[in-house]
């Protein structure tokens, strides 16, 4: 069964940073794609960072580049998503995923192709 459980949101100021985890496990990371997403209210999950295990490439929606940061740790089964310079746009709840793994150059930002999530962890940026 695979198992996705965030932490690591909070409540900070606009400039600050956060650090997320999620503690993955059931499945493997060399044939799944991990990624992070978020939902803002009123608004549709969009993709902010992911892995693409094909050739363990990063991926990041233009509003995030330069500014966050995702790694795995394969041998701790744990995903990380580093956000810095947070901006009071990116408040949303944030959800660690995994799918199988995409065809080679596919991407992986688009939710509809993950398969398992976690429950969510909540990031407000105060301005």
């Known amino acids: 069964e695979v198992q996705l459980v965030e932490s690591g949101g909070g409540v900070v100021q606009a400039g600050g940073s956060l650090r997320l985890s999620c503690a993955a496990s059931?499945?493997?990371?060399?044939?799944?794609?991990i990624g992070w997403f978020r939902q803002a209210p009123g608004k549709e999950r969009e993709g902010v960072s992911c892995?693409?295990?094909?050739?363990?490439?990063?991926h990041y929606t233009n509003s995030v580049k330069g500014r966050f940061t995702i790694a795995s740790d394969n041998a701790k089964n744990m995903i990380y998503l580093q956000m810095n310079t947070l901006k009071p746009e990116d408040t949303a709840v944030y959800y660690c995923a995994a799918g199988l793994l995409p065809p080679p150059g596919h991407g992986c930002l688009d939710h509809r192709d993950m398969d398992d999530w976690g429950k969510g962890t909540l990031v407000t940026v105060s301005s």
């Open positions: 059931g499945f493997s990371f060399d044939d799944h794609a």
């Open positions: 892995i693409d295990s094909n050739d363990y490439s990063t």
